[in-house]
């Protein structure tokens, strides 16, 4: 069970992963958001969304022309939440 820990925390462990999930904990975001608020390119955030959702740690849903991510991991969306305390 501690190796499947530090293997999530290891994948969100890099500082973009770590601004994308912070970004997305607040509110659902669209790639189109977020890589505007991150101040990276398009191509960029989503490899790193893609990243965080082959780990299974974000879903997304499709509404309209638009994907907007979420946490669905209990234990990194806990984490997530305490760092803004």
Same mark, same amino acid.
């Given at each position: 069970?501690?190796?499947?820990?530090?293997?999530?925390?290891? &994948?969100?462990? $890099?500082?973009?992963? %770590? @601004?994308?999930?912070?970004?997305?904990?607040? /509110?659902?975001?669209?790639?189109?958001?977020?890589?505007?608020?991150?101040?990276?390119?398009?191509?960029? &955030?989503?490899? $790193?969304?893609?990243? %965080? @959702?082959?780990?299974?740690?974000?879903?997304? /849903?499709?509404?309209?022309?638009?994907?907007?991510?979420?946490?669905?991991?209990?234990?990194?969306?806990?984490?997530?939440?305490?760092?803004?305390?």
């Amino acid at each position: 069970m501690i190796e499947t820990y530090a293997e999530r925390l290891k &994948v969100c462990g $890099h500082p973009v992963r %770590l @601004k994308l999930l912070c970004l997305i904990e607040q /509110e659902e975001a669209c790639v189109s958001e977020l890589w505007r608020l991150l101040n990276q390119s398009q191509p960029v &955030v989503s490899q $790193h969304l893609a990243v %965080l @959702k082959d780990k299974g740690i974000v879903a997304s /849903e499709v509404q309209g022309n638009k994907r907007y991510y979420s946490i669905i991991d209990p234990f990194i969306r806990t984490i997530v939440r305490n760092l803004g305390e």
